[in-house]
């Protein structure tokens, strides 16, 4: 996949939402995105919460309005493998999308979610990147090139169980899916701060560093400190 730059605007990472459609409303109403602004969304946009549903709406509205990349979590990945496999259902459903297929409606199934929702799912990427930065869900293996990182690493992994180096490139990574505190490695920056389980949802702008960050009901907060670690 080949490197790619916005000639203008701004470049934005979004952290994991897992269903929280006023979180993720407010923060998008700060940002206020325009058309030659990018957006990366890195993943885990379903689950857990109560609004998966309206949080697939919301995004396919803001690929109306800017670049949007979205790229693929692990509950996404859990989601598009339900659609034929019966078993694969009920390890989605164990993992919160009981509550994904609630935001459809009383009793809904998987025959409920619209073709738009499926069809925004399979245009998530593994990862994106520019001359500076890459974006993926979860981790990343520090000695192999891009082409060839393991799916278990971009989107299942989480810092604790591998945790992060400098990636050959020199490129900056930045990734969710470990919920914590804004931790900044240097080469490495995790934005997951907890939306989805009582935490909240952070978003980063690559050029000025500026954090913004908002609570799973879209009440704004002041940023917590960003966690300096080595």
Sequence with gaps: M???????????????????????????????????????????????????????????????????????????EMMLDSRDDPHAELRWKSQGGDATLASYGQDAGIGHIPQDHWKLLLSCRRYYETDQFVFTHANYCWYSKL????????RWISLEESPPRAHLSGQKFVLGHTPGSIREFGFCLCIDTGCGFGGKLSAFETNTGHIW??????????????????
Excluded: F, M
Aim: overall charge negative.
């Design 2 to 76: 080949a490197k790619e730059n916005s000639a203008s605007g701004r470049l934005i990472a979004i952290g994991d939402i897992h269903g929280h459609a006023a979180a993720l409303e407010s923060i998008l109403d700060a940002i206020d995105p325009g058309p030659d602004d990018t957006i990366v969304t890195l993943g885990d946009y379903i689950n857990r919460g109560p609004d998966s549903g309206q949080v697939l709406d919301l995004l396919i509205d803001l690929s109306r309005r800017c670049q949007l990349i979205p790229i693929l979590g692990n509950h996404e």
């Design 147 to 154: 082409e060839d990182q393991p799916s278990s690493l971009l």
């Design 213 to 230: 960050q908002v609570e799973e009901d879209g009440e704004w907060v002041i940023p917590d400190e960003i966690v300096i670690l080595s």
